[in-house]
């Protein structure tokens, strides 16, 4: 799953690291985000695309449409998710793009449990698949968006059993196309996204944990972690 990411350089920083020619509506921002631990419930800047032209939109982080009455949502399951009633429609008219530094997964070992970062390993930024209510300029607040998730692989699987969808820059951009096809967009989610090679991670404090702490000192290596 991703329940908590960091989302700290700036949007400029972002989107230089797509290095897309897409007509953008999106004002200059050279200021760092400095989102260290990014919660649910909070709004999330999303990219999307409407009218050939990218869009950054704060967006409120969970999916909770009106007949759905438990705790709102936060990730949707690649398997499933295009076919099932709660997320077909937004899968099909609202895909989007989070920018992400790395995220964090707790590790347990009985009543234990440890917090990780997990960050691309080459230390460029990570885009994580979305979905959400579009259009996301004018989304309600219960009906945001959810990040998408698939079955964890490799070393990863020690840590959790689920992780984001996070893609390469293209095939991040060919997501945003409204245009998209069923079958590509198949492909798109189960080819095209970052192999666990990519990935490093390391405990970091328990800190993270509570969502009012957020500073540089969340995404430091620990020494000594309890799993």
């Known amino acids: 799953m991703c329940g908590r990411f960091a989302q700290t350089l700036s949007r400029e920083d972002y989107l230089a690291a797509l290095d897309d020619n897409t007509e953008r509506a999106i004002a200059f921002d050279p200021e760092p985000l400095a989102r260290y631990n990014v919660a649910p419930g909070t709004r999330v800047l999303l990219l999307n695309q409407r009218d050939d032209t990218l869009h950054l939109d704060p967006v409120h982080w969970g999916y909770a449409p009106a007949w759905w009455h438990k705790t709102p949502l936060i990730n949707a ?3 499933t998710a295009a076919t099932s009633r709660m997320f077909k429609p937004l899968w099909q008219h609202g895909r989007a793009i989070v920018f992400a530094d790395g995220w964090y997964e707790w590790k347990r070992d009985g009543d234990k449990k440890q917090p990780y970062f997990i960050h ?4 460029e ?7 959400g209510k579009a259009p996301f300029d004018a989304s309600p607040e219960n009906e945001g968006f959810v990040i998408v998730t698939a079955a964890a692989d490799k ?4 840590i ?18 409204p245009d998209a096809s069923s079958a590509r967009l198949e492909a798109l989610a189960h080819d095209a996204a970052l192999g666990p090679d990519a990935f490093a991670w390391h405990p970091v404090d328990r800190a993270v944990g509570n969502i009012r702490n957020q500073s540089p000192d969340l995404l430091a290596p620990i020494d000594n972690p309890v799993v």
């Open 160 to 177: 959790h059993d689920r992780r984001p969808l996070a893609f390469t820059t293209e095939a991040a951009l060919a997501w945003l196309n």
């Open 125 to 131: 930024p990570l885009f994580f698949a979305a979905i």
């Open 155 to 158: 070393g990863l699987i020690d």
């Open 77 to 79: 399951r690649v398997e």
């Open 120 to 123: 691309r390993a080459d230390g």
